[in-house]
């Protein structure tokens, strides 16, 4: 690890971050230090002005301005920037984007990763506010160290305890070298569903939000892969750092996947893709006039088979969407599919799979097999994740010899 920009904010698990500071330098990182004026009122600058052996940045307005080390300077000096105590109230405005003192300011003008560890009273975490900032800052790719349960400053015990030092320096090491798992390798993922359109008015479609997909492309990303992202219609924001192709109907993500596909090593289809499209797709609005109407449908390529088919050597991952026999369904997949790997989810159990925050995945491989008990779908995609490094890796590795 190298050049770290601590940023302190203004509550009592300041005076953590004084060991925080002696943490990051025994682990060899250069730290530099700038502290919110509510900040500097737990813990005074000189303290970090002596264990850093650099001045503190407190002010926007300073004259270190002039003597070139500025808070732009500072944020494109970093290699990572960690705030540590972060604040609820640092928290509202980093999501909006605000940049009104210094330690606001360096995260905002930076380009390099993100950390915040939040500390704050329990209510004031679980607070709608406080959350609905979390998912904000999450989706532009900050990482939240998330606080632990325990006894509060104010008396009261729950979540909001800032990580101990030792324990957010063993999250920043992990995160360091799995930013490099993935380098130079090229992945491309389908997401959400699709939509056959019948008329100008209308389609068929399905339930799938694209969450599982787009937090599969993020945990890709912050892996350190390239990620191209090929994405059905959802309400969701492109996760940072991910190049995002959008497509309507299963002919459109078929042609969107063989066209970037032989380009890259590792393939996970999440895409809720219709198995079946209008065959006849009206020039107008149908319509109503007869009591029953059918309409005929025809079979849609199969993306995932086709794509696996074109790119031979590629690692492929497929889901299997089942509301019976899932492991049973989910290994004729493996084996006609042709896939390295199939992570199988059963769609029937409410609060998990489709348009859930949750999930749970029996994932099947040739030789082997790992249940994922119902989690986070972001917590999920890392595990998964990891799980696909590994086995790819060993294919890897088994052409090689
Ligand atoms: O999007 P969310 O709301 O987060 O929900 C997540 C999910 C439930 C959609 C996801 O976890 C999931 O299971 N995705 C696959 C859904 C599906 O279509 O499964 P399937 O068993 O019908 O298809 C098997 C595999 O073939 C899938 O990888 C699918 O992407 C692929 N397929 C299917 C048909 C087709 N014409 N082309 C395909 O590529």
Known sequence: MKKILLGITGGIAAYKSAELLRCLQRSGAE??????????????????????????????????????MDHIELSRWADIVLIAPATADFMAKLATGQANDVVTTVCLARSVPLFIAPAMNQWMWSNIATQDNCTVLRQRGVTILDPTEGVQACGDVGFGRMLEPQDIMQRLVENDSMRHALAGVRT?????????????????????????????????????????????????????????????????????????LKECDIFIAAA???????????????????????????????????????????????????????????????????LDMIAANDVSIEGQG????????????????????????????????????????????SKNS
């Open 31 to 68: 730290v530099r230090v700038v502290m919110s004026e509510a900040a500097a009122r737990f813990v005074t600058p000189l303290t970090f002005q002596a264990l850093s052996g650099y001045p503190v940045c407190t002010d926007l307005f300073t004259a270190d301005s002039a003597a070139g």
């Open 188 to 260: 491309l993922v389908t997401a959400g569903p699709t939509r056959e359109p019948i008329d100008p008015v209308r389609y068929i479609s399905n339930r799938s939000s694209g969450k599982m997909g787009y937090e599969l492309a993020a945990a890709l990303h912050d892996y350190g892969a390239e990620v191209v992202l090929v994405s059905g219609p959802v309400a969701l924001e492109t996760p940072l750092g991910v190049s995002r192709i959008q497509v309507e109907t299963a002919q459109d993500m078929h042609q969107a996947v063989q066209q970037n």
């Open 354 to 397: 489709f348009d859930s925050n949750q999930n749970a995945l029996t994932v099947i491989w040739q030789g082997g097999e790992k249940t994922f008990p119902l989690m986070a779908k972001r917590d999920l995609a890392k595990q998964l994740v990891a799980l696909i490094i590994e086995k790819y890796n060993e294919k890897s590795r």
């Open 272 to 338: 809720a893709v219709s198995d079946y499209r209008p065959r006849d797709i009206a020039s107008n609005k149908i319509k109503k006039s007869k009591k029953e109407r059918i309409i005929p449908l025809v079979l849609n390529p199969d993306v995932l088979a086709e794509g696996v088919r074109t790119a031979s050597s590629i690692f492929s991952v497929g889901f299997a969407a089942e509301t019976e026999h899932m492991a049973k369904y989910a290994r004729l997949k493996l084996e006609k599919k042709q």
